[in-house]
Every structure is written in structure tokens, then in C-alpha cells.
């Protein structure tokens, strides 16, 4: 039997995000949960993201948990090791390592309405199932490699820039950098000095800023660490300062003495008037992120860098040609050309399901939408970090995680405190928010024409949150429950005479066998005494797909009604027993878990016997349950089960009176 193995709440991810929400789930008292991280460690795009000069471009103590701030940053500005570093400590001093599934990539998520559950599948086949998803994947960790013609003939090093390759020695090589965004200008001062030629194929330039970086004293580190009202006040401090960088970008009249600042700064430093020229943005700054350096430009003064601006045509065995016919000899190709970060590509290798099937995808054809970045409607129970339009362009992204943070377990809370099964955003709700963001990107910089990884193809803008960060914490402070479909956990009937009602639960087991046996154990089960049973099975043969409706009812008079489904799992012929529905009274119920097998436990105490070997569940009481139905199903619970009820008797569910 392969054990399914449940949980409040699944995360996709150990990046930033995934962290965060972990550590927020236990203080929370959210204890069952799991991160499912593809990677044998920690750290998302830090962890990847190794190569020379890589830095944050937010201050290091800005980018960092509010809750968990460090007084030993070296710099303002913290290379990526230290940023890393840091998250390793997070993870250890959180305890989260023990609820972490390294080397678990998720391939599969798809929502069970009948169970409220998500059922999430990895891609060597473990399946994890969940009542809430949270994807924390974040958008910056599948690497966009341009399409370039005669790629795959290079018979040179060729990698991307999340992809160092720290063996490659530069010394004496011929170097072709493509792309000219936050990490090539970043690596290209850290290699010029080493390579014997650097070409660096620029298709659009950056708009560039003075970095105020310098290194922290150690009187500062002290200070922040005797004082850490000092630490949070600094803090703060970082925090107004670079919201207010939004006022350009949300008034284009108000970007026009930043561009001239950000010219002067760059003629200031590059000798060659003709490449000033090539380096000068024709698109208003702010349109695509604002980068920072204090050594990129100055490369551009050495005998061995040359700035290309010709679009690149082909690649040959050794060689770049441009479209104006020149042929370059390069040794390696570096990419700098940075990741996919429209959802519907860095979520390819993830298919997600929702009601009905619904393909996450799909859905997004004509562009990511998400109700404040988190909620998509027909996706209940999902949340996303880092989703459409929460993206910043001025300010820390951790602020953004942990609004969103804040505003999944306040959701969890309201399914709980509502007794309800699930949450879905309405669609209305959606609506009205995407056109508000679509109004609020009217006239801003973003919309002023330049092409970036904020924009799809069609110009929509999917990745930036247009306005204050405080904003859009206001908005995910609390939850508005009118803009969400809530079902309630269980729906309860009259049954005969008024004095019993059915309550709804859900059920699930995972057996290795053939339809007949799952036939066969439903109906020996009847042999039972205490349960006197009437029996309605599906004509013809027990094949895959059938499904039958079994009634019992106990001595004490309770009902014990199962709708059964035999369906075929990930793994070959693994087979699942879901939807059931046991009616007792009032609302005390029963829910049935997969748990190891030969282990069993009803009311608190532990059985061993019941079912063991290929079949093994639990009976777990939600609620103090009605004392006769507990007895009864103690007294069966502690009787030793015949090997015969799980032995194959054939093709054909047995007829019953």
C-alpha cells in the first residue's frame, strides 16, 4: 500500500516565500504542513543565483523578515552567499527542516470538490494530499534562454548566468555576454578583467543608478545588535526612502530629472561618446526596473570589452554573427538574459487542476489574474505568493510576502471559524480587482511603451503591483468574506422520523489490488453482525470507473451509507477508495484518514489487527461522537478481520438482497 499522506496545508517551494509561510503556519498553531522543494536545499533564486558579483539590488536589512532581522550584515547592499547564509539560519532556527520534502518536485496538483482537498503529486510519483495549496514557486527560478538559430551547433562552454559555471576558467577566453539586465551587470565587471575579449550583446539598455552601497562598521553592527528599536528604525528609514521612488514611476513628468540625473551619471563615466549613445535608453526610466551599479559602465572604457548592440542572428560552431554580417570568434556564451516571469511559462512543468478539471493554464490563456495576487477563482483552497501584479519595482518584495502571508493564514482562520469545507474567490470579485489595476497602470511609466519582463506579448502588464507597497498591505490586512463562495464542511438531512441526520464527510484509502478485491472487501464487510446490512451494488463487472452506493445500518440504529468510486492512481493499478458519507447524530462524525498500515485508532486509543496488511485506515473523530455508534465501532475495530475479505473473488460485484 502506498500511504497518501495528509495535510492542513501543502507549500510548493522553499524560496523566500515558502519559509515565510512555513514559519508563519506554527506561530499560527498551524502545525500539519509540508514544503515540497525541488532542490536538495533552501534558498530559491539565492541558492541558484551564485555567480560572480551577484548582489541584492534592496538594502540588506530591508531584505530580510521583519521578524527576523540580522545586525551582521556586512554591506548595505548583501552579496548573494550572505543573503543565502541567512535564510539557511532562518530555516534552523525555525525548526523548519523536519517539515521540509527535499529532491520533491511537484508535477501535478489537481482539487477533489467532493473532498475539498487538494491531491498533489511529485515527480517520482508521491502524492500528498492537502486541504490548502499554496504555491510559492516565485518567478524567478526557470532561466529564459533565448531561441537563437545554430544554439545547439556551439561547441563551446555555453550556460546561463543562474547556472555559473564556477570550473570555467576565463583566463585568456574570448566571451560573448548576452543581455544587459540586473545580472550582467552585475558578472560583466566581475569577469572583464580576466577574459581576453568580452562581448557584451546588448538588444535594449538599462536606465542605471549610482549604487549606494559601502560596507556596515563594526561600531553600526554593534549598535543594531545591542539596539534593535536602532535596527527597525533604520528599517523603517530604508523603507519610506525607497517607496517614494514610486512617485516618478506613477507620473511620467515627475521621471524626467531622474533621467537626466541617470544620464549625467552614465556620461560621466563613459569615455567613447558613440557608446554613450548605444548605452542611452530610448524608453522613459522606470518602464523596466531601474538597475544599480557603481562599476558597469567604466567596462566599457577597456580595449577588451566591446558593447554590440546589433541584433544576434546565428551561432555558429565558435562564432556569434550579427544581422549586419559581422562574425565574432567566441569561446563561451554567457546568458544573462533572466528568467521566465509570466506564470503560464515558469509553470509549465506544474499542472494544476481545479473544479472541474479546470486547467490553471488554460484558464490564463489570455493572461495571469489573480484576486490581490493570491486567489484565483475555480481554484479553491489555492493561494499563490508572489502572484500576478504583486511584483515591485521600487521597493523590498519580502514586505509583499509577508502581506500575503498574513492575508493565507487569515483565510485559514476564516475557514475554520465558518466550519467551512472550502473558500473559492468569486469571479466578480476578480474582475473588479483587474480592472482596478488596469485603471491604476493608466498612465503610469509601465504604460509608456517599452517592452519588459513586467508585460506579457500583448502589452498586459502581469507582474507589477501599481502603487504603494502600504497599499496594497492595507488591501491584505483582512478578508472581505463577501468576495468569496464559502461550503460549508458538512450538509445535514432529515432522515426518518426527524431523530437521526446525515452529516457529509470525505474519505480516502489507497490499496494495491484489483477492482474485484476493493469488491470484495465492501461486501465481506457486511458479514459483520452488528451491522444487519442492506446492500445496493453497480451492476456488471468491478472495472475501473464503477461505483456503487453500500447503506448499513448498526444494532444501535445508525446509518452508515458509502458512495464508492474505484479509480486509478499515479502509480500502476493503485486504486482509491473516495466519497463517503456516514450519518450519526446531530453533528458528531466520523473522518476516515490514510494512515501506515496495522495501525488504527478510534476515540483516542490505538488498535492493531483491524484490516491489517494491504488495506490499512483510520477512524478519527472529529467531535465526541454518540456513545453507542463509538462502542459499536470499537467492538469492530477490536476483532481480529478473516484474510478472506481481502482475497480476489472475482470480477463481479456479489448481489445482495
Known amino acids: ?217 563594526k561600531l553600526e553592527q554593534t549598535l543594531f545588535r545591542l539596539s534593535p528599536q536602532l535596527r527597525k528604525l533604520h528599517r523603517a528609514w530604508l523603507y519610506v526612502r525607497n517607496e517614494a521612488r514610486i512617485l516618478p514611476i506613477m507620473n511620467p513628468r515627475l521621471a524626467q530629472p531622474l533621467e537626466k540625473i541617470a544620464s549625467l551619471y552614465m556620461r560621466s563615466l563613459v569615455e567613447d561618446p558613440s557608446v554613450v549613445d548605444k548605452l542611452t535608453p530610448d524608453y522613459t526610466i522606470g518602464c523596466k526596473r531601474v538597475l544599480l551599479s557603481n562599476d558597469y559602465y567604466q567596462v566599457f572604457n577597456r580595449s577588451n570589452v566591446e558593447l554590440v548592440t546589433e541584433a544576434i542572428s546565428q551561432i555558429h560552431e565558435s562564432s556569434v554573427v550579427t544581422a549586419d554580417g559581422v562574425e565574432r570568434a567566441v569561446d563561451a556564451i554567457i546568458f544573462g538574459t533572466g528568467f521566465h516571469t509570466d506564470p503560464r511559462n515558469y509553470l509549465q512543468t506544474l499542472k494544476i487542476e481545479g473544479v472541474d478539471g479546470k486547467d490553471l493554464l488554460t484558464h490564463w490563456a489570455k493572461g495571469a489574474e489573480a484576486y490581490l495576487g493570491i486567489s484565483v477563482a475555480g481554484f479553491p483552497n489555492m493561494f499563490e505568493l508572489v502572484g500576478p501584479n504583486t511584483g515591485l519595482g521600487h521597493n523590498s518584495l519580502i514586505f509583499m510576502i509577508e502581506s500575503q502571508v498574513h492575508y493565507i493564514i487569515e483565510c485559514l482562520k476564516l475557514l475554520e471559524t465558518k466550519k467551512a469545507k472550502t473558500m473559492d474567490v468569486r469571479p466578480q470579485a476578480l474582475r473588479d480587482f483587474n480592472e482596478e489595476l488596469e485603471e491604476r497602470l493608466e498612465d503610469t511609466v509601465w504604460t509608456s511603451g517599452c517592452r519588459s519582463w513586467y508585460t506579457q506579448e500583448d502589452g498586459k502588464n502581469i507582474a507589477i503591483w501599481p502603487g504603494f507597497s502600504f497599499r496594497y498591505r492595507a488591501r491584505t490586512r483582512h478578508v472581505n468574506p463577501d468576495h468569496y463562495v464559502w461550503t460549508p464542511q458538512a450538509q445535514q438531512h432529515t432522515v426518518a422520523g426527524g431523530a437521526m441526520s446525515e452529516t457529509e464527510i470525505q474519505t480516502e484509502i489507497d490499496i494495491a489490488a484489483p477492482p474485484s478485491v476493493v469488491w470484495s472487501w465492501l461486501t465481506d464487510f457486511s458479514g459483520f453482525r452488528e451491522w444487519n446490512p442492506m446492500v445496493t451494488a453497480a451492476d456488471g463487472p468491478a472495472t475501473e470507473g464503477s461505483v456503487a452506493t453500500l447503506q448499513y445500518r448498526s444494532s444501535v440504529g445508525v446509518p452508515l451509507r458509502f458512495e464508492v468510486r474505484i479509480t486509478r492512481t499515479a502509480r500502476e493499478r493503485e486504486l482509491r477508495w473516495v466519497g463517503s458519507r456516514l450519518g450519526i447524530s446531530g453533528e458528531h462524525y466520523f473522518e476516515l484518514i490514510p494512515v501506515d498500515a496495522g495501525t488504527h485508532l478510534v476515540h483516542g486509543e490505538v488498535f492493531r489487527g483491524l484490516l491489517a496488511g494491504p488495506l490499512g485506515f483510520v477512524f478519527r473523530n472529529q467531535v465526541p461522537v454518540f456513545e453507542a455508534f463509538n462502542r459499536a465501532l470499537k467492538e469492530v475495530a477490536e476483532r481480529q478481520v478473516d484474510d478472506t475479505i481481502v482475497a480476489p473473488t472475482g470480477g463481479t460485484a456479489p448481489a445482495r438482497p
Open 1 to 217: 500500500m502506498t500511504v497518501q499522506k495528509r495535510y492542513d496545508v501543502a507549500i510548493v517551494g522553499a524560496g523566500f516565500s515558502g519559509l515565510c509561510m512555513g514559519i508563519k503556519l506554527q506561530e499560527a498553531g498551524i502545525d500539519s504542513f509540508v514544503i515540497l522543494e525541488k532542490a536538495d536545499e533552501v534558498g530559491g533564486t539565492w541558492r541558484e543565483n551564485t555567480y560572480p558579483g551577484c548582489a541584492c539590488d534592496v538594502q540588506s536589512h530591508l531584505y530580510s523578515y521583519s521578524f527576523e532581522g540580522s545586525p551582521d550584515w556586512s554591506r548595505k547592499f548583501a552579496p548573494s552567499g550572505e543573503i543565502f547564509q541567512y535564510m539557511l539560519r532562518a530555516t534552523d532556527k525555525y525548526a523548519l527542516r523536519s517539515r521540509i520534502r527535499f529532491g520533491h518536485q511537484v508535477v501535478h496538483a489537481a482539487f477533489d470538490v467532493e473532498a475539498g482537498l487538494w491531491r498533489i503529486r511529485t515527480r517520482d510519483g508521491d502524492v500528498v494530499t492537502a486541504r490548502a495549496f499554496v504555491l510559492g514557486t516565485g518567478p524567478l527560478h526557470v532561466p529564459m534562454i533565448p531561441n537563437i538559430p545554430g544554439l545547439e551547433t556551439f561547441e563551446g562552454k555555453a550556460f546561463h548566468s543562474s547556472q555559473w559555471a564556477h570550473d570555467y576558467d576565463f583566463r585568456g577566453k574570448r566571451v560573448a555576454s548576452i543581455g544587459t539586465g540586473g545580472s550582467a551587470i552585475q558578472y560583466v565587471p566581475a569577469i572583464a578583467d580576466a577574459v581576453e575579449q568580452l562581448y557584451v550583446f546588448q538588444r535594449s539598455a538599462p536606465w542605471i543608478l549610482p549604487k549606494p552601497d559601502r560596507p556596515y562598521s
